[in-house]
């Protein structure tokens, strides 16, 4: 995939297909008029005609439109003037995305990123325009044998076609969209592919390579390390597989040698039927992708290296499946985690919390300006906020603020439940230090309050994502989120303090 900045006169463009907006209410932006003149007024005719519907995203296919050099224009919807924002643009790109990527034209020109949107810059449509259409022409065929799944379809080559100059901030934003884009499709086949192919010594492996690929160091514990380290919660998760888990601790040093690292968390369930608490039969498929967390870092890791972010950046991965099995760990089972902290494991499908504890646990080491956890934790975060946001719980307000910030920035956005010290009451166990379930009230909020538990002696967010990982019915797929959100802080960071 290609992107490419020009100044140019619309009507004059040669592509295979230009992408060029129009409003609801038939007025259209300086680049869509400049196409109406040149074929004598056909846009605005069409227009008032009631050919393009008004909802923002609509489209409509004009092949060539007279006076126009390029073979054809997809005109796309904006909504109404007075509704727009960052949600019509994005619906308006995410619909173009989807038009490129399954029809015939090779290359496009796009004209809508230079449309007016007040609250927003020009770099900030620019990145927004390349990650959509990059990410629209995001496949996963790797899996299916016949050839025509894998023949090459749609736009490979984006110009975003502006009526000013061309500048070196622009031309950033649209290397980083790209990058976000590509972050994005390594998180999407890691979540994509089945747990018999992505097993916890794949992530590794994909790991390793991101890491020579892009000159960062990697190291990779097996079930040794782990033990040596005292991981004793994690590794009770992993007692029930045979396939042999593994520790993953990525360094990205962009920045200042002395600069304190952000630490990611992801976790890393290549897995879950819930152990010997077993889960129910329906769409226990989904269950693969109980890894998200993970894969976001792995993809987050990759955009930024992409980037080149002035930052440093350490990513902990714990991997393991969640088996049931002769040797696997039993409702009512006590584990000493690498805190010292004593957990009675009550259900064992509340897996996610025991790796990430002792990961979490692990990060001390590196004193870090913040740590940021990203799991598909919950079920009850799905039933609370659906599959539109995140959930984000802080031990730290400023932190939270900052990642809702970049979450709106980004259009992966999130949405804060309460910390409260009222709640961790609901983990009392009679047998240790605490239990791993809270009971049926607040799931998200105890599964929370257990991390928080693990991670006082930092700045720490936790975002849970079993809502927004991967989509589910006809749909059914990794989303590749919240790389986007992830991406957006780490950026916000940099630039903020070159650290
Ligand atoms: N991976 C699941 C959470 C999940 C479930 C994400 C469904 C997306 C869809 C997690 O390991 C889990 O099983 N959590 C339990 C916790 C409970 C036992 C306290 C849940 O949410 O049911
Ligand atoms: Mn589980
Ligand atoms: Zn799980």
Request: hydrophobic residues 40%.
């Given at each position: 995939m290609e992107f490419t900045i020009k100044t140019a006169a619309p009507e004059k463009f040669r592509a295979g297909i230009l992408v060029a907006a129009a409003y609801a209410d038939g007025v259209l932006p300086a680049a869509t008029a400049a196409l109406d003149k040149a074929s004598d007024g056909r846009i605005a005719a069409l227009l008032k005609r009631g050919d393009?519907?008004?909802?923002?995203?609509s489209t409509l296919l004009l092949p060539?439109?007279?006076?126009?050099?390029?073979?054809r224009v997809l005109l796309v919807s904006l909504g109404k003037r007075d509704d727009f924002g960052d949600k019509p643009y994005r619906d308006a790109l995410g619909a173009a995305a989807k038009a490129l990527a399954s029809g015939a034209a090779k290359d496009a020109g796009v004209?809508?990123?230079?449309?007016?949107?007040?609250?927003?810059?020009l770099p900030w449509r620019l990145q927004q325009a390349a990650r959509i259409l990059a990410d629209g022409a995001y496949r996963f065929d790797?899996?299916?044998?016949?050839k025509d799944a894998r023949k090459e379809r749609g736009a490979r080559k984006f110009a975003l076609v502006i009526a000013g100059k061309v500048s070196t901030a622009l031309e950033t934003a649209v290397q980083r969209g790209q990058a976000i884009a590509e972050g994005m499709a390594l998180a999407k086949d890691l979540g994509n592919l089945p747990g018999n192919v992505c097993t916890p010594s794949h992530l590794a492996h994909t790991a390793t390579e991101l890491g020579k690929q892009f000159k960062f160091d990697v190291e990779v514990l097996d079930r040794d390390g782990i033990e040596k380290l005292g991981m004793g919660s994690f590794l009770s998760v992993a007692r029930g597989s045979h396939e042999p888990p593994r520790f993953i601790v990525m360094h990205y040093k962009?920045?200042?040698?002395k600069a304190k690292p952000i630490v990611l968390v992801g976790k890393g369930?290549?897995?879950?039927?819930?152990?010997?608490?077993l889960k129910p039969g329906?769409?226990?498929?989904?269950?693969?992708?109980?890894m998200c967390g993970a894969a976001s870092v792995l993809g987050t890791f990759k955009a930024i290296a992409r980037m080149g972010l002035p930052i440093n950046v350490v990513g902990l991965i714990p991997a393991t499946e969640n088996m049931p099995g002769g040797r696997a760990t039993k409702p009512g089972d006590v584990v000493t985690s690498m805190s010292g902290q004593t957990i009675e494991?009550?259900?064992?499908?509340?897996e996610g919390r025991l790796i990430l504890c002792d990961a979490l646990t692990y990060a001390e080491r590196f004193k870090p300006a913040c740590v940021i956890d990203i799991a598909t934790l919950t079920g009850a975060c799905v039933i609370a906020l659906g599959k539109i946001p995140s959930g984000l719980l802080a031990n730290d307000d400023d932190l939270a603020a900052e990642i809702l910030k970049r979450g709106t920035e980004s259009g992966d956005r999130a949405w804060q439940l309460p910390l409260w010290e009222?709640?961790?009451?609901?983990?009392?166990s009679n047998f240790a230090d605490m239990g791993n379930i809270g009971g049926r009230y607040a799931g998200t909020i105890t599964a929370a309050c257990f991390l928080a538990r693990f991670t006082k002696a930092y700045k720490w967010a936790h975002l849970d994502i079993a809502g927004t990982a991967w989509l589910s019915g006809?749909?059914?797929?990794?989303?590749?989120?919240p790389v986007p959100l992830l991406s957006e802080f780490l950026i916000g960071r940099a630039e903020a303090k070159g650290s």
């Open positions: 393009l519907d008004e909802k923002a995203g060539e439109l007279p006076g126009v050099a390029a073979e004209l809508i990123a230079d449309v007016d949107l007040e609250t927003r810059s790797a899996l299916k044998s016949g962009g920045g200042k040698a369930i290549t897995f879950d039927t819930g152990g010997i608490s329906a769409e226990m498929d989904e269950m693969k992708f109980d494991v009550l259900n064992t499908d509340a009222e709640y961790q009451e609901l983990l009392k006809d749909a059914k797929g990794a989303t590749g989120r």
